[in-house]
Each structure stands twice: as structure tokens, then as C-alpha cells.
């Protein structure tokens, strides 16, 4: 899987940590499946009872990769998370749809299903696809200079791939979230419901291993019932369906982007998002 994710084990726990610390932990798709190994084999192994999902550094993830030199996105791999083709050698819509099918909005749902309890240890910027990954933890800690956003509304774009803002925080927030698309502090993140505790960046690695130490001990068939009996309450809640419809949107969107300007990310990278807000925040 190479050393953009690592896995580690004490105990009952494993410990999966994204690492592009020089990259704030952007995603490419070396990671996605670097993670996925990680997420499989930890499901796999009978000693692991609980998997905390980090990233190394001072940022959990600033989200997917675009523009770092090891960005990949015309690179195939042995694809899991569905039936969907090789986007490698597609064109327009057909190569991003194939191809987000795939690495964000499959394995995503994929990861979601893991019948072991997962705990996502948030610090600093938890940004658009590094919210998909907090996401699909059953629970998020987050240390006190953590913040999250998704900015993606600049590009013309509603929300990143994985739309599961409404259920998280509540249809009114999710507005607000993404129309302003500001850096929400995890003490503000807390009091909307999205994340599980608030602790001092000190305490942070300590309070997720005790914590994870503790639901070890309960039984694993019992969690694994529990986290599916959640699950399928959101799903009733229409997660699943509000997933497939705005996703929908999403590629809309990206095609728009396309046909009508620069690129299907309307021209934006990493930098020019950066300056965007930056700007906007006077
Ligand atoms: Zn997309």
C-alpha cells in the first residue's frame, strides 16, 4: 500500500494514519486505496476490535488531491468498490462519473459499512473530501484548533462527492455551511451534532485510545449490530437515496464547468481556492 497510509495495531485497536503531512493529507488516489487495504484487513483481522482513522501532521485532510505533484488521477487501479469500468481512457463525464463512482462515492459507502466500530481523530483542517472520511467514522473527535469546511460552492459545485451534510448537521446548518462555505471551529462543529467531543490538541491521540479502549471491551458481534441498526436508521432517513440524487447534481455540475469554462473544477486548484477565501474573508 506504500507509506501514504500507515497502519499500526496496540491491542484491540488499529490504527490507520494518512500520510502526506507535507500535503496536508490531500487525497489521491494512492491513498484512497492505500486506506482501503488498511480498512480491509483491519475488518479482516480478529485481534482488531476498533480502528481510529488519523492523519499525520498538523491537518487531517485538506481534502482531494488537486495539484500536488503526485496527484493521479489518470492512473488505473484494481477497482473495489463497485462494478463501475476504468475511467482511465474515457471521456468527459463518462471518465468522472466512472472514475468518482469509484474512489470517493463507493468507497466511501464502502468504508461506511465496516462492521467494526471506527473513530475519526480530527486536528487541524478537515476540508471537502477530508469531511467524507470523518464522515463515514461512527464517531468524530476533534482537537480544539480543529476547523471543517467545504468550499466546494466556489467551483459551482454543491458540496463534495459523498453529499451526507444534512444528516450530519441538520438541514439548516448544512445551508449555511455550504452557502458561506467558512471554516467551521469544532467547538461550533460540537454544538450542531457533527462531531462526538471536543478535547485540547495535547489530549487528543490519548482521548480517542482510551476511548476506543473502552468500546473494545464490549462484545463484537454486539457492536457490529449496533453500528448496522444506526446505519439503517439513516439510511431510512434517506441517506441513501439523498446520496445517489445529489450526486447526480454533483456531476451536473462538474459538466457545466466543463462545457462552459476552464475545466470541470471551474478553473480552481488548491492555490487559487486558498486566495478565494482568503478574499472573501477580507
Ligand atoms: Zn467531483
Known sequence: MGDVVLYAQ???VAFVTM???EYRNAQNSAMTYGLDDSFYRAAADDSVKVIVLAGAGAHFSAGHDIGTPERDVDTSFDRRAGLWWDHVGKAGGESRYAREQEVYLGMCRRWRELPKPTIAQ????CI???LMLAWICDLIVASDDAFFADPVVRMGIPGVEYFAHPWVMG?????EFLFLGERVPAARAL???MINRVVPRERLAGEVSEMAEKIAAMPRLGLALTK???NQAEDLMGLQTGLDSVFGLHHFAHAHNAEAGAD???GHDARSMRDARRSAEG
Open 171 to 175: 438541514p439548516r446548518a448544512a445551508k
Open 10 to 12: 496496540e491491542g484491540p
Open 122 to 125: 480530527v486536528q487541524g483542517a
Open 191 to 193: 454544538e450542531l451534532g
Open 228 to 230: 448496522k441498526a444506526i
Open 264 to 266: 470541470s473544477l471551474a
Open 19 to 21: 500520510n502526506r503531512p
Open 128 to 130: 471537502a473530501g477530508g
